[in-house]
């Protein structure tokens, strides 16, 4: 099969003969925009940006693994196949493994971290939802999860509908469909017309992603966990709604649909703690959102990567705002940080 083949069945970029997937690239992409946006959110919500890269280099790669099991296990692969490399390029991923594979990993860095999980799930759950966003991308580059066809010509256009290529042509699929969007003419056949949920879904995530930023930016006030509940119940929600209505090729498992089953529990999980949340703040504060007999933020405490940072004083932090004497000058904070470091070294060695 020659170069031109291979991209035009499922694009991407040729380095050296090795076909790097446009799907991954997407992928990719998605990963290092959430970085940036859970980075800033951990010092917007007075959290070190360190303790993001502790729990960046430690749950991204479980979650990558639980992505790939949880489909593997609901489709009924091998187990011999399960981390071949041919397997592997040929796809199969589940963002229900990711997401119960992100859960538990994040739990263990926060018992091991003694940081309250709330607090921090109420940033990760912003770049999840954009990396979710993006990722949905990659599945329109592999005529993957679409609904069932669209029988009315009067709805072939995107983005009610993708053009899906029977033949595997990506390349024709992406320029039908475009060209129809956009009032060209081609003479392209072999293929029919499917209900884009993949668009659907990336749209919808991507609201969500933009609201719960939005909350987690401005919204210092007890109690923490809101944005998480809601990311379970919102995310759960979409794909209670979306997995019956796809393509039955692209339902997990034979007997049990096992997504769809996962998405009503998260949806109802998501709802449950919401519920529990406001109701424990209203008990121990008097109040369903921040507190009438002591603290009302959620966020005062500073949270360092270890017990004894110093936090310095930043314009993204909202707490530096309301107390801005607690936080040091970046220099002389950095400087005694450094300093802290030397002599947790030197305790270490001793002992």
Not at 171 to 199: C, N, P, R
Not at 265 to 271: A, M, N
Not at 292 to 307: A, R, S
Not at 318 to 338: L, V
Request: proline share 3%; glycine share 10%.
């Amino acid at each position: 099969m020659d170069v031109t083949t291979l991209l035009a069945q499922s694009p991407g970029i040729m380095i050296g003969g090795f076909k790097i997937h446009a799907y991954a690239i997407i992928i990719v992409c998605g990963m290092i925009s959430a970085f940036f946006v859970i980075s800033a959110l951990f010092k917007r919500r007075n959290m070190s940006p360190d303790l993001f890269l502790t729990f960046f280099c430690v749950c991204l790669p479980v979650a990558i693994i639980t992505t790939r099991l949880f489909y593997c296990i609901t489709d009924g692969m091998p187990i011999s196949e399960w981390f071949a490399i041919d397997s592997i390029r040929k796809g199969g991923l589940s963002i229900m493994g990711g997401i119960l594979g992100g859960v538990i990993s994040v739990a263990l860095v926060c018992i091991i971290k003694k940081v309250n999980f709330f607090r921090v799930g109420d940033c990760i759950v912003v770049g999840l939802l954009l990396a979710q966003a993006i990722g949905r991308w990659g599945n329109f580059a592999n005529q993957e999860v679409y609904g069932t066809e669209i029988t009315n010509e009067a709805l072939h256009f995107f983005p009610i509908g993708v053009y899906i290529n029977e033949s595997g042509n990506c390349m024709q699929t992406v320029t039908l469909t475009f060209s129809k969007l956009f009032g060209f003419e081609t003479d392209i056949t072999g293929g029919t017309w499917h209900y884009a949920f993949f668009l659907y879904e990336s749209i919808i995530t991507l609201s969500a992603a933009i609201a719960l930023f939005i909350h987690a930016w401005k919204n210092p006030k007890k109690p923490n966990g809101i944005n998480t509940a809601l990311y379970f119940a919102v995310y759960g929600l979409t794909r209670s709604i979306m997995e019956p209505l796809r393509d039955s090729s692209f339902i997990l498992g034979e007997s049990i649909p096992w997504s769809m089953v996962t998405s009503i529990l998260l949806c109802l999980g998501g709802v449950g703690l919401l519920i529990y949340l406001l109701v424990r703040n209203k008990q121990k504060e008097g109040a369903f959102i921040g507190s009438l007999n002591g603290d009302p933020y959620g966020i005062t405490d500073y949270i360092g990567d270890y017990k004894r940072e110093i936090a310095y004083y930043t314009d993204i932090n909202m707490m530096c705002k309301i107390y801005p004497e607690r936080y040091e000058k970046k220099t002389d904070a950095k400087n005694k940080n450094t300093s802290k470091n030397e002599e947790n070294k030197t305790e270490e060695i001793e002992k």
